[in-house]
């Protein structure tokens, strides 16, 4: 099938030879994390139910959560949450089909209970977290659903990828991913609220790590402290690990013990307190938000995984620029891909995918072109295998 695929060299300072870089991720427990994963949680809940059902993912798009930070005391030793948070499910489901009403808004609201309460191991979510459900309803035929012979893209919008990461990069996602998923384990005064920001100078990076701790697994400040250094000793080793450039990390720079100002919290989340959080504020689908590079402004967390282009767009521009790299062994050092849909037509024949290259040194262009033309050619022709991909956690959308 021909598509307007086209290859062009990446006219660009290589991303690692740039003086400064800068890099953010924000962690699970983040307000807009939080939004990102509720708002995916109730699409992949709905698309179960549409295909356990109807044998096919019917419309939806749950991109629009919002949360509203609550109320709380904390207090070495124990405090208190005062007023709940407040999480709201807004977007359009097709709640009815052929006459038959679906129970979608008890389908959406467990699944969000479900996924908050899988992320926040010391939040009570059927005390401390109120949901409210205001998703739009709509209606099908499915006889003139299943007469459509292609999926249609129902925006006409652009996605972005690029590969391979840099250092930064790299040590921004996984330094995040060591203290959430691994580190919180042992380390139980550690929060799931944790954002950090990467900022290379050179050759010298620094992490700022902003960590909620939990008020009831910590006595004094001077436990306070001991567990701020255990996050930065263990963040240094993880970081050898993964770069041998000079790395400083600064954990919870806006502490001021004169004061007796702590990031401390009785959930181990900044939304107890006031910190709202919306869909699409924080990570782009690669998990990271990285200024240096192109990114696209589409929230991906959500939106319906057959033919919301803001979304499949932005994941096959990750896969597209990861598999070029990886299958033209070493002959690419970037790769960005950015690839723009048409409302109204095929979601695998787009407007244009553009491929932009920086081969490795010694290397043309044209020795790496058709390997990169077959990749994006391979992943147009399995389009329709990314929502199995998202329903069974193979990609992520934050």
């Known amino acids: 099938m021909a598509r307007n695929i086209v290859v062009e060299p990446l006219r660009t300072v290589h991303i690692e030879e740039q003086n400064i870089e800068l890099v953010e991720r924000k962690g699970l427990g983040h307000p807009d994390s939080i939004a990102d994963g509720v708002s995916e949680s109730v699409s992949r809940a709905l698309s179960r139910m549409y295909l356990d059902e109807f044998g096919r993912i019917l419309h939806h798009n749950t991109d629009e959560t919002q949360v509203v930070g609550g109320a709380s005391i904390p207090k070495f030793g124990g405090g208190r949450m005062t007023h709940p948070i407040y999480i709201l499910l807004v977007g359009r489901a097709t709640t009815e089909v052929d006459g038959e009403k679906l129970p979608f808004r008890q389908i959406a609201v467990e699944a969000a209970q479900q996924y908050v309460g899988s992320i926040c191991a010391h939040l009570d979510v059927k005390k401390q977290v109120e949901f409210d459900c205001r998703i739009g309803q709509g209606s099908v035929d499915l006889r003139g659903v299943f007469e459509q012979k292609a999926v249609l893209s129902n925006d006409t919008s652009f996605g972005v990828g690029f590969a391979p990461y840099s250092d930064t990069e790299r040590l921004v996602l996984e330094s995040e991913r060591f203290l959430t998923l691994k580190l919180k384990k042992k380390l139980k005064a550690l929060g799931e609220d944790v954002k950090v920001m990467g900022y290379r100078d050179g050759d010298r990076i620094r992490l700022t790590v902003a960590a909620a701790l939990v008020d009831s697994e910590i006595k004094d400040a001077s436990e306070y402290q001991n567990v701020c250094e255990e996050i930065h000793d263990r963040l240094a080793d993880q970081a050898s690990k993964l770069t041998t450039r000079e790395v400083q990390i600064d954990v919870n720079t806006a502490d001021d013990p004169e004061l007796g100002r702590y990031y401390l919290t009785v959930t181990g989340l900044s939304m107890e307190a006031g910190d709202d959080g919306s869909v699409g504020r924080g990570n782009r689908a690669n998990g990271l938000i990285t200024p240096c590079r192109p990114m696209s402004l589409e929230a991906s967390a959500g939106k319906n995984p057959v033919n919301h282009v803001g979304k499949i767009y932005n994941l096959l521009g990750i896969q597209i620029a990861q598999d070029i790299v990886q299958e033209t062994g070493g002959n690419v050092k970037e790769v960005h891909v950015k690839i723009l849909s ?11 995918a553009s491929l932009q290259i920086l081969p490795a040194a010694g290397v043309k262009l044209g020795q790496v072109k058709r ?15 990314i929502p199995q991909k998202l329903l069974t956690d193979k990609l992520s959308v934050f």
């Open 342 to 352: 048409q409302i109204g037509k095929p979601v695998d024949q787009p407007q244009v």
């Open 371 to 385: 390997e990169a033309e077959a990749v994006a050619q391979r992943w147009f022709d399995s389009i329709d295998t």
